[in-house]
C-alpha cells in the first residue's frame, strides 16, 4: 500500500458508511453470520422489519485518508494456522514486508490470529479490524432491546467512541450492564441469543482486543484499520470453491485454492507457472506449421 502520516487524526468522525443504518444492518449480518458471531443471530428474528427504518446519509465519506492499495498477492490452503502462518510469513518475506517503514497486521480478533502475529510478525502493529468491532457493537446495542430508535443511538454512541478511541468508556459501560442483568436459567450453549451471552461475548472480545484498538493513533500514522479487501478478496475465492455444484476432497480442494490464489494475485504468477511449467515426458509434442495466406 502507499499511505502517508498526518499530524493529526485526519478523520475523527465516524465515517458516513458505518451511519448507514440499512446499511449497517447488511453488514452486521453478513460479518456475524460467518465468524465467530453465528450463534448470536438468531434465525426466526424477523430482520426485514429492521431494514424499513433506516435512512441514507445525505454525502458519501471521504475517501481521501485511507491507505491505497498497489499490488496484492494471495494466500490460501484448507490446513490449519499452524501450517498457514509460515506460509503468509513466506509470502511476506519475499515481498520484503519486513523493510516496510510501516508495517500492519490486521485480524478479525481471533485468538488464532494473534498467535501466528507473535510468531512470524512481532515487528507488525497488530490492529482489529473495525467492521469486526461494529459487528459486535451493533450486535449488543441490539441485545439490550428498547424500539429501533434506541438500539440504533445505542450504537451509534459507542461505535463513535470505539471510532476516536475511547474503548475503555464502551467496556465500562458494557460491564456495568452486565452487572445488573440476571443471570439466564439455561446454559449459554443452549440459548446464545440471550442477551446475558451477547453481552458477556463482547466484553469478552474488547478485553482481549483493547490493546488493538487505537484507530485515531493508526488513522495519523497512516495505517489501515479495516480489513474490506480481504473479506472481498474471501468472496472471490468463494466463488470458485463454494457454491451449487461444486464438491471437492481434501487434496483437490486444496489444489484449486492454490490455483485460485495465483489467479486473483496481481504479480503474474499463475501466467509465470503456465509459461515454466514441467511438460509431461510421457507425452509426446509435435510442432505444427502453418502456412501464411499469400
Excluded at 445505542?154 to 478511541?165: E, S
Aim: with cysteine; proline share 5%.
Amino acid at each position: 500500500m502507499s499511505t502517508q502520516s498526518h499530524d493529526r487524526d485526519p478523520h475523527t468522525d465516524l465515517p458516513r458508511c458505518f451511519t448507514r443504518k440499512k446499511d449497517v444492518v447488511e453488514l452486521v449480518q453478513g460479518i456475524a453470520s460467518q465468524g465467530a458471531l453465528a450463534d448470536v443471530i438468531d434465525p426466526t428474528a424477523d430482520q426485514t422489519t429492521l431494514l424499513t427504518v433506516f435512512e441514507p446519509a445525505e454525502d458519501e465519506l471521504d475517501r481521501s485518508w485511507p491507505p491505497k492499495p498497489l499490488v496484492r498477492t494471495c494466500q490460501a490452503t484448507m490446513r490449519d494456522s499452524e501450517a498457514f502462518g509460515p506460509m503468509v510469513a513466506a509470502e511476506a518475506l519475499r515481498r520484503n514486508f519486513f523493510a516496510a517503514g510501516l508495517r500492519a497486521f490486521l485480524g478479525d480478533g481471533g485468538l488464532w490470529i494473534w498467535v501466528i502475529h507473535r510468531m512470524f510478525f512481532p515487528t507488525f502493529e497488530a490492529i482489529v479490524d473495525f467492521v469486526h468491532v461494529l459487528t459486535y457493537i451493533y450486535l449488543a446495542a441490539k441485545a439490550l432491546g428498547g424500539g429501533a430508535d434506541a438500539v440504533w443511538e445505542r450504537y451509534l454512541r459507542w461505535a463513535t467512541a470505539c471510532w476516536q478511541g475511547r474503548v475503555a468508556e464502551v467496556l465500562e459501560e458494557l460491564r456495568s450492564t452486565l452487572a445488573g442483568m440476571t443471570t439466564p436459567a439455561e446454559s449459554r450453549e443452549e440459548k446464545p441469543t440471550d442477551p446475558y451471552y451477547v453481552i458477556s461475548k463482547t466484553i469478552v472480545y474488547f478485553e482481549h482486543n483493547q490493546p488493538r484498538m487505537d484507530y485515531p493513533r493508526y488513522r495519523q500514522q497512516g495505517l489501515p484499520v479495516c480489513s474490506g479487501l480481504v473479506e472481498s478478496l474471501i468472496k472471490q475465492f468463494n466463488r470458485r470453491v463454494k457454491g451449487t455444484e461444486k464438491f471437492w476432497n481434501e487434496d483437490q480442494a486444496e489444489t484449486i485454492l492454490q490455483l485460485r490464489a495465483a489467479q486473483l494475485s496481481e504479480d503474474g504468477r499463475l501466467s509465470e507457472h503456465l509459461n515454466k511449467r514441467t511438460i509431461s515426458p510421457f507425452r509426446q509434442y509435435k510442432t505444427t506449421k502453418r502456412r501464411k495466406a499469400g
